[in-house]
């Protein structure tokens, strides 16, 4: 049996759960997956980004399971459509996902890494969440917008993230009974936040 353990971040939008997740990994000395996924997937593959920009879970999904068609990436004629279903495209990603657990120990951000991982028996699943305010201000001063926008931006997050685990899971995004520990990073703060999670990695998996 390997001795990787693995660990998976849900997160909602300016929760600072990339963040946690990225000063986690680099605390344990683990590898780090977010947006690399993107290019990983592209890589192993042989489609363009592109492919999976447009199926990522931060893209809104308005008619799941469909098809959907980029013109020009793959196809000679510049006139034709090349159709990709999205469920191909997360299970290209997943494999890469399953791949990378199997390499050594890592922990991943999004992408429903807790469902395609799920039965591995040195798993952990987090969900981070933080106030609604703190979300907001966080948006905000990322994006330099005001507030009402970053409402706008935090609340369709929230609304896309669901549809994406929600639709490939059939669990329920930010549900307390889809993982194995949720924390509010409000009430810590980052850094606090970080701590607590290193020392409760540690006990899970006797490290």
Known sequence: MSDNYVITIGRQLG???????????????????????????????????????????????????????????????PFSTYYLNNETLFSIQSDVIRKLADQGS????????????????????????????DRINRVAERDNVPEKKARDVVEKADKDRAGYYNYFTNKTWGSADSYHLCVNSSVLGIDFTVDFLKNFVKRRFGL
Not at 62 to 77: K, Q
Not at 107 to 133: H, M, W
């Open 15 to 77: 929760s600072g759960g990339r963040m946690i997740g990225e000063k986690l990994a680099g605390q344990l000395g683990i590898s780090f997956y977010d947006r690399e996924l993107i290019q990983l997937a592209s890589q192993e593959s042989g489609l363009g980004k592109e492919f999976f920009e447009r199926a990522d879970e931060k893209k809104g999904y308005s008619v799941f399971g469909g098809l959907f068609g980029i013109r020009g990436l793959m196809a000679e004629e």
């Open 106 to 133: 890592c922990l991943f951000v999004g992408r429903c890494a807790d469902y395609i991982l799920a039965g591995k028996p040195q798993l952990l699943n987090i969900f981070i969440t933080a106030s609604l305010e």
